[in-house]
């Protein structure tokens, strides 16, 4: 058991690094090769962000603990709001400005709608994964083209603040690149192990400890990336960084997961999991595009998403001690 903790401590500290490291070595290496800042925005860092996600679900998806896969990508989802962004908020209002992330809410709405249209049956098979990775596809397709046409910043991921600086030499930023990429890979492996042994030894589900542990370390890219983009007075970026990443989580590492295996997804999850997370996706929503189309999340919505948090991590982890005490 030690060494298991052990291995999901350190497997977390090289995942967040290993992914810095990596999206600050792809975005450069990008600028190198003359690719556009937006597509660096959208793709080097949208992605990026999520490869903590994507990376663990893949692994554990193809180790055959699809039940951690979908606890990371939906309990990232709910961290990301209620940690991250209530936590953010509850520290300073955030005013949103930008048209484009506002577009991107309700977006996310309809998502979060789809991915509970596949959970009726129970599992989410190949066909219903190879769906979210298509609607993926076209939901990046329409951002950058969006994008594109007006200027703005596609799912508020596009900052100059946001793209690594340019300090490097393109050799340095391809090793880096290389060098982020195996950690990450070697990491997510390390947690993975972790996790499921854990998950075995208390005789819960993966899918708990997907929810609880993996979730809230998967997210910390996104913590350290809104902590930076508040200090540096970029609200939009923030609340972009958010929906962009839960886009990605929906869609992408869910996806990918379900095309590695088939993913059996028991009925808590559509009526516990997934309530949670439409209901916090629709809190966002609402309190971001606003009731007058002034978008501004105060102190006391920040404190009420994060107190929802706070409230469901607290139920799994009473329903961990339950299980284990049985």
């Known amino acids: 058991m030690l060494l298991a903790t052990a291995a999901i401590v350190a497997g977390l500290i090289l995942l967040v690094w290993s992914a810095d490291k990596f999206v600050d070595g792809a975005a450069v290496t990008a600028r190198h090769l003359g690719v556009s800042t937006l597509l660096i925005g959208m793709l080097v860092i949208g992605f990026g962000t999520s490869a903590p996600e994507l990376m663990v679900s893949a692994l554990a998806a193809g180790q055959g603990n699809p039940g ?10 709910i961290a990301n709001i209620g940690l991250i962004l209530g936590a953010v908020a509850l520290l300073s209002p955030l005013t949103v400005h930008s048209q484009v992330v506002k577009q991107e809410l309700p977006l996310l709405c309809l998502v979060t709608l789809f991915s509970a249209w596949l959970l009726l049956d129970g599992d989410i098979a190949r066909l219903d994964a190879g769906l979210l990775l298509l609607l993926l596809a076209v939901v990046l397709g329409l951002s950058i083209w969006r994008a ?14 946001s793209i690594a600086e340019e300090t490097m030499t393109f050799k ?29 030894a208390f005789g819960v589900s993966d899918l708990i400890i997907g929810l609880t542990v993996v979730a809230i370390g998967t997210s ?19 609340l972009g960084n958010v929906v962009g990443s839960n886009l990605f989580n929906t869609l992408g590492v869910v996806g990918l997961a379900g095309v590695i295996a088939p993913i059996d997804a028991g009925s808590e999850v559509l009526s516990r999991d997934w309530v949670v997370m439409a209901g916090m996706t629709l809190a966002m929503a609402v309190f971001a595009i606003g009731w007058r189309g002034q978008g501004r999340i105060n102190r006391f919505e920040g404190g009420a998403l994060l107190a929802v948090y706070i409230a469901y991590t607290s139920y799994l982890v009473y329903t961990i001690v339950q299980i284990r005490a049985g």
């Open 172 to 200: 340095a930023s391809v090793t880096w690149t290389l060098v982020g990429l195996i950690v990450l890979i070697a990491s997510s492996r390390l947690l993975v192990w972790g996790a499921v042994y854990i998950a075995e």
């Open 148 to 161: 594109s046409g007006n200027g703005d910043d596609a799912l508020g991921l596009n900052s100059a603040e």
């Open 68 to 77: 951690l896969a979908l606890g990371n990508g939906y309990g990232s989802n």
């Open 220 to 238: 910390l890219p996104e913590l350290a990336s809104s902590i930076s983009a508040l200090r540096k007075n970029e609200h939009d970026l923030v």
